[in-house]
T-cell receptor, first 113, second 110 residues
Framework: SQTIHQWPATLVQPVGSPLSLECTVE??????LYWYRQAAGRGLQLLFY??????ISSEVPQNLSASRPQDRQFILSSKKLLLSDSGFYLC????????????FGDGTRLSIL | GENVEQHPSTLSVQEGDSAVIKCTYS??????FPWYKQELGKGPQLIID?????GEKKDQRIAVTLNKTAKHFSLHITETQPEDSAVYFC?????????FGAGTQVVVTP
């Protein structure tokens, strides 16, 4: 069966520091991968998605970037964090073709001080 | 782009009663509608989904209905139990992108 892993589970970072969040998927090949951010008490906002290695689509202009160095690895990064980057970051995967269900990891709680 | 509205934002029900959450969407191209349950500190878990060629789908105590003409879909939970307490999200997919509602906090009291 397929599983998705995100780490770390929680992270506290100072303003201006870099960020790297990692997500990996097991048990499937060539998944579609997604990064979402969830603000407190609100829905999920799609940040990036990827349909293959090196292919990244950005949904919202911001301080963050994403990369997909391997088929089942998706990384969310920032060079200099802002206070507004605080939130709950979720990685998800889906099979192909599109319109397949998206399955989420357990997220990373990011706090910026 | 797609816009999904979800109501109510909070819902308190007595154990054993039914709970209904309603969502509306704006883009007539939307053709896939999943529902997720999110427990505290966890990622959303898919609980049921429906495609636009189906009007209703049921899985044990959970059912979803879709009215494409009116552009709304609903989640029905029957015989609620304390473990049903969570935040529930609806979503609509158009042009390959999922747009989520803001969520409904469901509290089931014994």
């Amino acid at each position: 069966s397929q599983t998705i892993h995100q780490w770390p589970a929680t992270l506290v970072q100072p303003v201006g520091s870099p960020l790297s969040l990692e997500c990996t998927v097991e048990g499937t090949s060539n998944p579609n991968l997604y990064w979402y951010r969830q603000a407190a008490g609100r829905g999920l906002q799609l940040l990036f998605y990827s349909v293959g290695i090196g292919q990244i689509s950005s949904e919202v202009p911001q301080n963050l970037s994403a990369s997909r160095p391997q088929d089942r690895q998706f990384i969310l990064s920032s060079k200099k964090l802002l206070l507004s980057d605080s939130g709950f970051y979720l990685c998800a995967w889906s099979g192909s073709p599109i319109h397949q269900p998206q399955h989420f990891g357990d997220g990373t709680r990011l706090s910026i001080l | 782009g797609e816009n999904v509205e979800q109501h109510p934002s909070t819902l308190s029900v007595q154990e054993g009663d039914s709970a209904v959450i309603k969502c509306t969407y704006s883009d007539s191209a939307s053709n896939y509608f999943p529902w997720y349950k999110q427990e505290l500190g966890k990622g959303p878990q898919l609980i049921i989904d429906i495609r636009s060629n189906v009007g209703e789908k049921k899985d044990q105590r959970i059912a979803v209905t879709l009215n494409k003409t009116a552009k709304h879909f609903s989640l029905h939970i029957t015989e609620t139990q304390p473990e049903d307490s969570a935040v529930y999200f609806c979503a609509a997919m158009a042009w390959g992108k999922l747009q989520f509602g803001a969520g409904t906090q469901v509290v089931v009291t014994p």
